[in-house]
């Protein structure tokens, strides 16, 4: 079994920072790509920003310029450092990687819980 775990979220002011922290755990043998996604209620999940093992990213277009997405491979961890939130961000964000464990030999989406990101205005 593999479990992720967010951090990070909170309350912040439009024009704030707030960085998130995903942490992967159980048995893994490996971690691919990494990303995150968000939601608000009543819409679909969407992207914000994915990272491979290798580092090559790949973001919203909303988010480019502002957001930034990271790894420690050594730590099966990704970051995503948000800047100049806006209002309309204010959702639940979810981290999300493709594992392989010790029980499988291809690559499964895991899916962590949440963290709400509140921009307040």
């Known amino acids: 079994q593999v479990q992720l775990v967010e951090s990070g979220g909170g309350l912040v002011q439009v024009g704030g920072s707030l960085r998130l922290s995903c942490t992967a755990s159980?048995?893994?043998?490996?971690?691919?790509?990494m990303g995150w996604y968000r939601q608000v209620p009543g819409k679909k999940r969407e992207l914000v920003a994915i990272i491979t093992s290798g580092g090559s990213t790949n973001y919203a277009d909303s988010v480019k310029g502002r957001f930034t997405i990271s790894r420690d491979n050594a730590k099966n961890t990704v970051y995503l450092q948000m800047n100049s939130l806006k209002p309309e961000e204010t959702a639940v964000y979810y981290c999300?990687?493709?594992?392989?464990?010790?029980?499988?030999?291809?690559?499964?989406?895991?899916w962590g819980k949440g963290t709400l990101v509140t921009v307040s205005s």
């Open positions: 999300t990687a493709r594992v392989i464990t010790i029980t499988t030999t291809y690559g499964m989406d895991y």
């Open positions: 159980g048995s893994i043998v490996t971690v691919n790509t």
